[in-house]
Structure formats: C-alpha cells, structure tokens
C-alpha cells in the first residue's frame, strides 16, 4: 500500500480516509484473520452504521474508555500510536 497517494472509502461506516501510518499487521486471535492496522486521516463523511450486515455499531470513545469497549484490548501498536496522539486532549 502506498500511503502517500492512496486514498479509500470506508463504506462500511461511511467514511473517506486518507491513510497516513500503517501501524502493523497480524493474524487476529479471536478470528484468525490478517489484519492490517492503518491510522488514517478523515476527508468527509459522518460515522455512521452504513452496512448493518457487518458493522453492528459505531461508536466514538474517549480513550480511557477503550478497554471496556474491547474486549483483551487494542493491538499493542494500535494503543501506542492511540496514547501518543490522544495524550494531549
């Protein structure tokens, strides 16, 4: 992935993104899939349930309430990059 040209649409939430830092990958352990994690930036679009077959909710979280919302928490380069830039507000 090229992150300096890309660009893409969440449509599963209904967003457009810019990615900006892919932040790692693994095998997810509760569903065995490659996952790749990307900090992206929002270019337009509100956060929404825009396929409620595959996205139950969306919801926006401080980031002291993300452990109660994932269950064995974030990927540990996932709260890193979280802590770092959410650490100011």
Same mark, same amino acid.
């Given at each position: 992935? /090229?992150?300096?040209?890309?660009?893409?649409?969440?449509?599963? $939430?209904?967003?457009?993104?810019?990615?900006?830092?892919?932040?790692?990958? @693994? $095998?997810?352990?509760?569903?065995?899939?490659?996952?790749?994690?990307?900090?992206?930036?929002?270019?337009?679009?509100?956060?929404?349930?825009?396929?409620? @077959?595959?996205?139950?909710?969306?919801?926006?979280? @401080?980031?002291?309430?993300?452990?109660?919302?994932?269950?064995?928490?974030?990927?540990?380069? $996932?709260?890193?990059?979280? /802590?770092?830039?959410?650490?100011?507000?």
């Amino acid at each position: 992935m /090229n992150l300096s040209t890309s660009s893409g649409r969440l449509s599963r $939430v209904g967003l457009l993104v810019k990615p900006v830092l892919m932040l790692g990958e @693994r $095998v997810h352990p509760e569903t065995g899939w490659q996952v790749a994690y990307v900090a992206c930036r929002l270019l337009a679009g509100t956060a929404r349930v825009a396929s409620p @077959r595959e996205v139950a909710e969306v919801r926006w979280v @401080r980031l002291g309430e993300i452990p109660g919302q994932v269950p064995g928490g974030l990927f540990a380069p $996932v709260q890193a990059y979280l /802590n770092e830039q959410l650490a100011e507000l």
